[in-house]
T-cell receptor, first 117, second 112 residues
Framework: GAGVSQSPSNKVTEKGKDVELRCDPI?????LYWYRQRLGQGLEFLIY????????KSGLPSDRFSAERTGESVSTLTIQRTQQEDSAVYLC???????????????FGPGTRLTVL | KQEVTQIPAALSVPEGENLVLNCSFT??????LQWFRQDPGKGLTSLLL?????REQTSGRLNASLDKSSGRSTLYIAASQPGDSATYLC???????????FGQGTRLTINP
């Protein structure tokens, strides 16, 4: 079946502009995660959605970052007034209910490479 | 705060060798540990997931071990091949948490 998809694959923007990144999770996956990977660094958790529960926003680096998810479908990550330090690969992942066993495995999309000039 | 460290940062070996990648974590109260590979320009591919109650998992030429009490995991790759060249990431999920905490990865190069 189809994996996690993300769009666009690449985005170049000017400092100060807003950008919107999209993630389509695997069908039936109730959990969705956003991570960021800056050059030469490890992945950083940004935000987590689980069904209709309140999202865990503890990883968002500033109030310029926000994300939405409608039900168990598409999610969008929005970065307002982009800064050069926002340049990174933004990765989305999804999983089934976060219980023990393979169902807890997170499946990652190919990422969106964001470059802020 | 959970910290995950991977050593070495980079490793280059001849084809056919067996090798071990190391991962350590500071908080032993983990729910599970996962190994991924990341190819340039691509997303992450899950290789093995070890639950906190397990000691090891095997898939083909890959074997991952977990010693929760010492905060360590190893990924053993047998009979390495050039196609194994990638960055290998270790990630832990803490009990009661949903997010993964990642190490910075080991960049592996297998030379033909």
């Amino acid at each position: 079946g189809a994996g996690v998809s993300q769009s666009p694959s690449n985005k170049v923007t000017e400092k100060g502009k807003d950008v919107e990144l999209r993630c389509d999770p695997i069908s039936g996956h109730t959990a969705l995660y956003w991570y960021r990977q800056r050059l030469g660094q490890g992945l950083e958790f940004l935000i987590y959605f689980q069904g209709n529960s309140a999202p865990d926003k503890s990883g968002l680096p500033s109030d310029r970052f926000s994300a939405e998810r409608t039900g168990e479908s598409v999610s969008t990550l929005t970065i307002q007034r982009t800064q050069q330090e926002d340049s990174a690969v933004y990765l989305c992942a999804s999983s089934l209910m976060v219980l023990a066993g393979p169902r807890g495995t997170q499946y990652f999309g190919p990422g969106t490479r964001l470059t802020v000039l | 705060k959970q910290e995950v460290t991977q050593i070495p940062a980079a490793l280059s070996v001849p084809e056919g060798e067996n090798l071990v990648l190391n991962c350590s974590f500071t908080d032993s109260a983990i729910y599970n540990l996962q190994w991924f590979r990341q190819d340039p320009g691509k997303g992450l591919t899950s290789l093995l997931l070890i639950q906190s109650s397990q000691r090891e998992q095997t898939s083909g030429r890959l074997n991952a071990s977990l010693d929760k009490s010492s905060g360590r995991s190893t990924l053993y790759i047998a009979a390495s091949q050039p196609g194994d060249s990638a960055t290998y990431l270790c990630a832990v999920r803490l009990q009661g948490a949903q997010k993964l905490v990642f190490g910075q990865g080991t960049r592996l190069t297998i030379n033909p």
